[in-house]
């Protein structure tokens, strides 16, 4: 089958630490070559999920081109969106120079910026550099919403091709759906959870958390409804319920760091303030993992 441009199931990558705090480049190639061969469609590294906001400029440049040198023929999504227009900007310029693909640009923080600031904000990146680009809505976040109209907008700038939708609101993202479906646009889902009911209005994947745990059948379950196979397609929403839930029991990228140590792909290091995962919340996740094992062994 064929996808469009940065549609498809595509893991919010994780960045791996040594205990010391720094990075561990060589896990980060492992776990983005492992992703890549279980039917990913794309990787997303340094975004929320990669602890961007505890990164140096520098180091971030250096995750997004371990990534891309670890890729085989995935494209590359790199987060570079701030709270500042012009650190925006010179983190976008940077990742087309590292080799990106696309970007993803999570819309300004704490200063909640009003409709027209927010359009000027996206559109002064995307007038300055020639790269497709996703714009990211998640208001948890970021205090404010994009409004639907700011998106409608948006959709007819020539690079920007995409909306990450982690609001939590279907009826928000139904209409951006509704607004944008004439354009070369792709609303993907940032919550796992709702993958499957955006993709039934019309969405085309997802910037994912579970697919760093579960690229295999996150991919399939995408893959299916983009073929509109949805009774298959539920069947595996159903099957990663669990682990969907069990990823945001606490503050993301806490569980799913948890879950790939468990699972051996990594250690769970966290850089500050963010800590390691309850114990009470790690037995459940680890219980949730398990379950999935052996189902994946029957199925087998």
Do not use: W
Request: aromatic content about 4%; proline content about 6%; some cysteine.
């Amino acid at each position: 089958m064929t996808h469009d441009p940065f549609a498809g199931a595509m893991p919010a990558l994780t960045t791996p630490f040594h205990e010391d705090g720094s990075i561990d480049f060589e896990t980060l190639r492992e776990n983005v070559r492992r992703v890549e061969r279980e039917g990913v469609h794309g990787v997303v590294p340094v975004g929320t999920t990669g602890e961007s906001a505890t990164m140096s400029h520098d180091e971030h440049v250096e995750v997004i081109e371990a990534t891309v040198d670890a890729v085989d023929s995935i494209p590359v999504v790199a987060g570079s969106g701030s709270n500042n227009t012009q650190e925006a900007l010179d983190l976008s310029r940077r990742a087309a120079d590292a080799g990106a693909d696309g970007l993803l640009l999570i819309s300004p923080y704490y200063n909640t910026p009003e409709p027209a600031g927010m359009e000027e904000h996206f559109r002064t990146v995307a007038d300055a550099v020639d790269l497709p680009q996703v714009i990211y809505n998640v208001p948890g976040r970021t205090g404010r919403n994009i409004a639907v109209e700011t998106a409608e907008a948006l959709a007819s700038h020539d690079n920007i091709v995409g909306y990450k939708a982690a609001s939590g609101d279907l009826n928000r993202v139904a209409e951006v759906i509704e607004r944008t479906r004439h354009e070369a646009f792709a609303v993907l889902s940032g919550d796992d959870a709702l993958t499957l009911p955006i993709m039934a209005m019309g969405g085309r994947g997802c910037i994912s958390v579970s697919a760093n745990v579960e690229p295999s059948r996150t991919s399939r379950m995408v893959d299916l409804a983009l073929d509109d196979e949805f009774a298959a397609a539920r069947e595996l929403h159903y099957e990663l319920g669990p682990l969907f839930r069990t990823l945001f029991v606490e503050t993301n990228p806490i569980p799913v760091k948890e879950a790939q140590a468990i699972r051996g792909h990594m250690d769970a290091t966290m850089r500050p303030p963010l800590s390691r995962m309850g114990d009470e919340n790690r037995e459940r996740l680890r219980a949730v993992l398990a379950d999935l094992d052996e189902a994946e062994a029957t199925d087998a």
